[in-house]
């Protein structure tokens, strides 16, 4: 049984590879700084960085700063 807490840590480490194979293509350099992963595979908290030409234009609205 996944708990609700853990179901959303999925989704968000589902949302990383989806960032990260994205960035990847686009020859943009991905940097973890911080991350605290589950024992599932997901994301209880990741920050992380994308940068590289163009990377702001792809991604201006997809910032959130806490």
């Known amino acids: ?20 194979m994205y960035a990847e293509r686009k020859h943009f350099k991905i940097e973890v700084i911080d991350s605290n ?5 997901g994301y209880n908290k990741i920050s992380f960085m994308i940068t ?7 991604f201006k609205f997809e910032s959130r700063s806490s």
């Open 52 to 58: 590289g030409k163009g990377a702001y234009s792809r």
């Open 1 to 20: 049984m996944v708990l609700a807490g853990e179901e959303a840590a999925l989704f968000a480490g589902t949302l990383f590879r989806m960032y990260s």
């Open 37 to 41: 992963e589950t024992e599932l595979g």
